[in-house]
């Protein structure tokens, strides 16, 4: 005989279960379309989240944060399912109706697909209400129920895989940009564990706030020049590509602490921005740049600084010889070498316009300085592992990076003691990072060893250790080794 604590135990489950089917139904019919209602609801939470919220999470999960998100949204979605189910059986339509027409609001946020996504929601809504009113009554109705939503949710995940592909071959067709068949070299390519000198783009860090990539055809694409301009332009990738030239730069993120991986290089194809500024003459009333994003997303950079150079901006279509990839900013992006990756411009551009101080970006409203923030130098160890020439001794070796004007020197202490230089390779260029080398001969026992950088400005690293908000983070990447 059932007891209530076991019913309660299967109307829990049962619930879940419907939870599961209703968010599925809805994640299929987004993805239809190519959009996610998942994607959509976590980057709603990712918008309104506190900024402490939003800071512990990346520091906590690092490049699995959008993954974490999404598991968050799907476990939120079945406890809400749960809650629900509490409620008087009068007011399940409510609610469902409520959580509809909620979820249905977030697809008037998105610039792209807007209706799919909408659409997925008024589906998972309808699920919800009749499951909720048709409660499975035993747990193998409710298994059942709830592989069928699994099942949905992996339909929607293939749907989208496939849009991707498709995307991906269209992005193919286009051919190389730049000069793929140039390699870079600096002197240093023969050394175990140290850090290519130009970083493949499957290993190039990714950080945005966009839990997928935008999907954007490449036929149709136009970048529109709008605003407070004398000509307002619409450049396809062939007319950005006819004005590109090359350039090497490493771009870092803002939460990227010292030792960490949130930082990296590329030879980068674009238009200068200063160029790009010159052709459309700018109203004298003009003090931004807004570079939004297909999906709405802004970042604004000061005008006078990118015509004049001072901020060193380029129009990007191309990375190490190749289009842009969707994970990196396909069709284009904004990048100005030396300001930290959150302010230097934004991914999947649809428009660059030209308006004054009335703007107000994304991440100022959670609470990041309206200024460009400039990259702090920054040392990194690589490998520090026995010499290989010579018995006894221990090789040292990273990168460093002090964009815009380069690395003058890079200095390692052992335990504290004094900075020795270390042998720099050859600069690719100043924006770019600079890999380094020595070799160190240690007595027995545990030795702590740091590193700094000297830039070509004068700017000295310090060891100052502090957090990524508000200004970037600071302090010396250290490593021990054992003798």
């Known amino acids: 005989m059932r007891t209530s604590k076991d019913r309660k135990r299967v109307g829990g489950l049962g619930a879940a279960a419907v939870g599961l089917a209703a968010l599925g139904s809805g994640e299929v019919v987004a993805a239809v379309g190519g959009a996610s209602l998942i994607d959509a609801i976590g980057r709603t939470l990712t918008d309104t989240a506190p900024l402490r919220v939003v800071e512990t ?36 339509v409510a609610a469902a109706a409520t959580f509809g027409a909620g979820a249905g609001a977030l697809g008037l946020r998105q610039a792209n697909r807007s209706a799919w996504i909408s659409a997925g929601a008024v589906a998972a809504a309808g699920v919800l209400a009749a499951g909720l009113r048709t ?113 090497d730069a490493v771009l870092v993120c803002v939460h990227n602490r010292p030792g960490q991986g949130r930082v990296a290089n590329a030879r980068w194809v674009g238009v200068p921005l200063a160029d790009l500024l010159r052709h459309v003459i700018p109203a004298s009333g003009a003090t931004r740049l807004v570079t939004r994003a297909v999906d709405g997303y802004t970042i604004s950079l000061p005008v006078e600084p990118l015509r004049s150079g001072e901020l060193p901006g380029y129009l990007v279509i191309g990375m190490n010889g190749e289009p842009l990839s969707p994970t990196h900013g396909f069709p284009a992006r904004v990048i100005v070498p030396g300001l930290y990756g959150q302010y230097t411009g934004a991914k999947w551009l649809a428009e660059l316009e030209l308006t004054d101080d009335s703007h107000v970006d994304y991440w100022w409203k959670r609470g990041w300085t309206s200024e ?70 240690l007595p027995p026992g545990r030795h702590t060893i740091r590193a700094r950088v000297v830039g070509r400005s004068g700017a000295v690293q310090t060891g100052e250790n502090r957090p990524p908000y508000p200004n970037g983070p600071g302090g010396f990447h250290a490593v021990t080794v054992e003798i």
Do not use: C
């Not at 520091?59 to 809650?83: M, N, Q, S």
């Open 135 to 247: 409660r499975p009554r035993g747990p193998l109705a409710a298994l059942a129920l709830g592989a069928a939503g699994t099942g949905l949710l992996a339909a929607a995940h293939n749907l989208n895989r496939d849009h991707d592909r498709k995307q991906r071959s269209a992005i193919r067709r286009i051919g190389a940009i730049g000069n793929p068949a140039v390699t870079p070299e600096d002197g240093l390519e023969d050394e175990p564990g140290l850090s290519a000198l130009i970083t493949p783009e499957h290993k190039f860090y990714v950080a945005d706030v966009s839990p997928h990539p935008p999907r954007v055809d490449p036929a149709r694409w136009r970048l529109a020049v709008t605003g407070m301009v004398a000509h307002p332009l619409r450049l396809s990738l062939a007319d950005l590509a006819a004005d590109a030239v090359e350039f």
């Open 372 to 441: 460009p923030l400039w990259v702090e130098p920054q040392a990194r160890i690589d490998v520090a592992a026995p010499g290989r020439e010579s018995a006894g001794t221990t090789v040292v070796a990273g990168v460093a990076w002090a964009p815009p004007a380069g690395v003058a020197e890079v200095e390692v202490s052992v335990g504290g003691g004094a900075w020795q230089t270390t042998k720099l390779a050859d600069e690719l260029a100043p924006a770019a990072w600079r890999r380094w080398r020595t070799t160190l001969e």
């Open 57 to 92: 999470t990346v520091e906590l999960t690092g490049r699995h944060d959008k993954t974490v998100i999404r598991f968050g949204t799907v476990a939120g979605a079945l406890a809400g399912a749960v809650g629900l189910a509490g409620l008087p059986a009068r007011w399940h």
